[in-house]
């Protein structure tokens, strides 16, 4: 009897572990070998046609110290703190405005999600002839209002151009920010806001003192995710500006793409993609200590 207990009881050890074997090979298949290939072309000198090369000396490497790719990384980091900062602010601001009780909520509700659902290649070009200094609603509507009195050259600028593709990221990321406020502005007590009113709290009190403390974890989270998905932002800026003017909005991710196949060089576009990342490891890392503790 206790021979038979023995493989039993192997058995339903290993039984959990059989269950998790095709999604471990899944994620072997789709996620390690491409990054060996990863670290494997960043080592050397690499091409889309051939592959890995010859080894050359972490020359890739030596690239990310030079100051034509410090200039992609200050454009980018302007490009994450800015754009970031205007999701969590616009989208805690919709959010606190969409968790009252008015008229025709769900239709609003609606209307905001809009921005996110629509694909980044359709949004980056609408909003390329929203600019546009020759027929672009935006200057057609100023100079209607008397407010300017020739065409603004949005994208013709490094700075405007920046500021512009900014204003296009916080207008795409700031529905995801909405949706995961109003979920978390749900869970918030309503005796306490009942209490606080009796106590005579104003608004602003409110917010600081009892709103924001609850919705914090989330917004924390939400946060950190919007800060790797910007970071990871390439389509919506290639098709506005290429990365111009002047390399202007030259972002890392474009700088990845241009290195890999306008430059024939996949070694340092593979040393670059490491570098991200890394960074958004550490970011994934932080996001789930965080999740931990909130959890505990």
């Known amino acids: 009897m206790k021979g038979n207990k023995a493989p039993r009881r192997l058995g339903q050890k290993a039984e959990p572990y059989l269950y998790l074997l095709p999604a471990t090979l899944l994620f072997i298949f789709i996620l390690a070998v491409p990054f060996y290939n990863l670290v494997k072309y960043s080592l050397g000198d690499s091409n889309i046609i051939q592959g890995f090369v010859s080894w050359n000396d972490f020359k890739n490497f030596a690239y990310l110290a030079k100051p034509k790719f410090l200039g992609s990384v200050k454009v980018t980091v302007l490009y994450v703190i800015f754009g970031v900062a205007g999701v969590v602010v616009f989208g805690t601001?919709?959010?606190?405005?969409?968790?009252k009780p008015l008229r025709g909520l769900g239709i609003f509700r609606a209307l905001v999600i809009i921005p996110w659902v629509v694909p980044q290649a359709f949004a980056a070009s609408m909003w390329r002839w929203v600019v546009d200094a020759q027929f672009g609603?935006?200057?057609?509507?100023?100079?209607?209002?008397?407010?300017?009195?020739?065409?603004?050259?949005?994208?013709?600028?490094?700075?405007?151009?920046?500021?512009?593709v900014i204003i296009v990221?916080?207008?795409q990321g700031t529905p995801f920010m909405i949706i995961s406020l109003l979920a978390a502005l749900q869970t918030v007590p309503e005796d306490?806001?009942?209490?606080?009113?009796?106590?005579?709290?104003?608004?602003?009190?409110?917010?600081?003192?009892?709103?924001l403390p609850?919705?914090?974890?989330?917004?924390?989270?939400?946060?950190?995710?919007?800060?790797?998905?910007?970071?990871?932002?390439?389509d919506a800026v290639y098709i506005m500006t290429g990365g111009g003017p002047a390399r202007g909005t030259q972002l890392v991710a474009l700088e990845v793409y241009t290195k890999a196949f306008q430059q024939d060089d996949l070694g340092t576009a593979c040393a670059i993609s490491l570098c991200i990342l890394a960074v958004i490891i550490v970011i994934s890392i932080f996001k789930a200590k965080l999740e931990g503790d909130n959890n505990k």
């Open 137 to 164: 609603f935006i200057n057609q509507l100023l100079q209607a209002l008397g407010i300017i009195d020739k065409s603004i050259a949005f994208l013709s600028e490094p700075t405007s151009a920046l500021v512009t």
């Open 214 to 234: 609850h919705i914090m974890p989330v917004l924390l989270t939400t946060t950190l995710i919007i800060t790797a998905w910007t970071m990871q932002i390439f």
């Open 93 to 99: 601001i919709m959010a606190l405005v969409l968790d």
């Open 192 to 211: 306490i806001y009942e209490a606080a009113a009796l106590d005579g709290v104003n608004p602003m009190q409110r917010f600081f003192y009892i709103t």
């Open 169 to 171: 990221r916080i207008w």
